[in-house]
C-alpha cells in the first residue's frame, strides 16, 4: 500500500512541478516582462483587462504552490499526509485550466450581434485583412502550446479556441474602435466570437488563399 502511494505521490509531484514551470514561466513573462498583449481589450474579460489585477492573482496563485510543496517536503516522510499539498496543487491547475476557459464563455455569451451595434462581436465599419498580420498555430513554439493548454500564453485555448489561423484585422480610418482593440478573424470550435469573426474550419481554406494575395483585402461588417 505504501508503493502504491509513493508511486501516486511522485506522478503527482511531477505534475505539480510542470504546472508550478508553466505558470511561473506566464508570470515573468506576461507580468515581469510586460508581454502580455491583452492588456486594455475589454472583450478578453476583467481577469486581463488590468495589468495589475492580474499580476497579484498569478503573485497569490504562486504563493499558494510554494506553500504546498513546502507542505509536501515538509511531510516527505508519512506519504499520507503528504499527499493532501500535492492533490491541492493539482486541483488547483484543474481549476486553473477551466477558469479561463470559463471566462472566454461568458465573453463570448457577452458579445453577440444580436444584441445590438453596441454590443456586437465586431464594430460595424470597413477593416483591412493582410497576409502580414496572419498568425499560424503550426509556428507557434512548444512553451507557448503548453500555455494555451492553461489558458495562457499569446494562443489561450488553442486550436478550440482560435483555430489553425488567426489574422489580425486593422480598422479603416473612419472605423470606430468602441474603445475596445484585438478584433480579429480566426477559427476554432465556439459559435461565433467577441473578438472578431469566427470563420469555423473555413479559417484554413481562407488563410491559405490569403498568403498569395499581396494588398489587404477588405472587409465591410454591417448591422
Known amino acids: ?57 498569478n503573485i497569490v496563485y504562486l504563493l499558494l504552490l510554494a506553500g504546498g510543496m513546502f507542505l ?7 506519504y499520507e499526509k503528504m499527499l493532501l499539498p500535492l492533490v491541492f496543487i493539482a486541483l488547483l491547475s484543474f481549476v486553473n485550466m477551466y477558469s479561463p476557459n470559463h471566462i472566454r464563455n461568458s465573453e463570448f455569451d457577452k458579445y453577440k450581434t444580436e444584441d445590438g451595434v453596441d454590443n456586437s462581436r465586431i ?50 480610418p473612419d472605423t470606430s474602435m468602441e474603445g475596445r482593440r484585438g478584433f480579429v478573424l480566426h477559427g476554432g470550435n465556439k459559435t461565433g466570437s467577441p473578438w472578431g469573426v469566427n470563420m469555423g474550419k473555413d479559417i484554413v481554406q481562407f488563410a491559405e488563399q490569403l498568403k498569395n494575395i499581396p494588398n489587404p483585402l477588405e472587409l465591410n461588417v454591417e448591422y
Do not use: C, H
Not at 125 to 137: P, R
Open 1 to 57: 500500500m505504501k508503493k502504491k502511494i509513493l508511486v501516486g505521490a511522485i506522478v503527482l509531484a511531477i505534475w505539480d512541478l510542470f504546472y508550478i514551470f508553466v505558470l511561473a514561466n506566464s508570470f515573468v513573462t506576461e507580468s515581469l516582462e510586460d508581454k502580455f498583449f491583452y492588456w486594455g481589450y475589454p472583450q478578453w474579460g476583467s481577469l486581463y483587462s488590468s495589468p495589475s489585477f492580474f499580476m497579484w492573482f
Open 123 to 172: 464594430p460595424a465599419g470597413k477593416w483591412l485583412v493582410s497576409n502580414q498580420k496572419m498568425e499560424s498555430y503550426a509556428e507557434v513554439p512548444l512553451m507557448m502550446k503548453l500555455k494555451g493548454w492553461f489558458g495562457r500564453g499569446e494562443w489561450p485555448g488553442n486550436v478550440s479556441t482560435w483555430g489553425e489561423y488567426r489574422v489580425w484585422l486593422v480598422p479603416g
Open 72 to 78: 509536501a517536503w515538509k511531510w516527505r516522510s508519512n
